[in-house]
Antibody, heavy 131, light 107 residues
């Protein structure tokens, strides 16, 4: 069974740090980009970051740049999110998600289109930043 | 960043109704558009990818259409299990962005 299980959430004071983990199973973890997505209480979804299969490319939403670091350990089938300088507005449920890809050939020219989505999600881990 | 705007923000419908949710991107995103369903306390679930492709295991009453800046999610005959919040999401460029969500409630 394809599965993602997050851990590491909790209560932390403003300015503090936390490291989230996501354990993957049931698929070849090293073959996929992976993302973190968060959802503040009563709010919508916000994509936070993603990382390439080998860790060589990482992308972040502006609000976490310089404070959060996404990383992975393919030998351990694990994804991580190191969160530093935490703020009250970082309070949210954090989801780990697999970036699925569909490759579609163009009608002409030999090009290929790469369509990404988030096709597998964990149940989430809750981070609360409060004094 | 690309902004995604959904309408309506909420709607009330009855079982059996045809429901349409729209999503507009602030710039052209070709067909790089996904739709998710989320129920309270649960993780999102992928319904539609690449604007119109049905994810495996998703009932055929769900369909997606559109390209460029305007997209639509349609539920052809609303079922009790479909009362949830729906989000569109663009994967054209990072940062990936979501619409604000559309809550589908029971009339």
């Amino acid at each position: 069974e394809v599965q993602l299980v997050e851990s590491g959430g909790g209560l932390v004071q403003p300015g503090g740090s936390l490291r989230l983990s996501c354990a993957a199973s049931g698929f070849t973890f090293s073959s996929y980009w992976m993302s973190w997505v968060r959802q503040a209480p009563g709010k919508g979804l916000e994509w936070v970051a993603n990382i390439k299969q080998d860790g060589s490319e990482k992308y972040y939403v502006d609000s976490v740049k310089g404070r959060f670091t996404i990383s992975r350990d393919n030998a351990k089938n694990s994804l991580y999110l190191q969160m530093n300088s935490l703020r009250a507005e970082d309070t949210a449920v954090y989801y780990c998600a697999r970036d699925g890809i569909v490759v579609v050939p163009a009608a002409l020219g030999g090009r290929y289109y790469h369509y990404y989505d988030m096709d597998v999600w964990g149940k989430g881990t809750t981070v609360t930043v409060s004094s | 960043d690309i902004q995604m705007t959904q309408s309506p923000s909420s709607l009330s419908a009855s079982v059996g109704d045809r429901v349409t949710i729209t999503c507009r991107a602030s710039q052209s995103i070709s067909s790089y558009l996904n739709w998710y369903q989320q129920k309270p306390g649960k993780a999102p679930n992928l319904l539609i990818y690449a604007a119109s492709s049905l994810q495996s295991g998703v009932p055929s009453r769900f369909s997606g259409s559109g390209s460029g800046t305007d997209f639509t999610l349609t539920i052809s005959s609303l079922q009790p299990a479909d009362f949830a919040t729906y989000y569109c999401q663009q994967s054209y460029s990072t940062p990936w962005t979501f619409g604000q969500g559309t809550k589908v409630e029971i009339k």
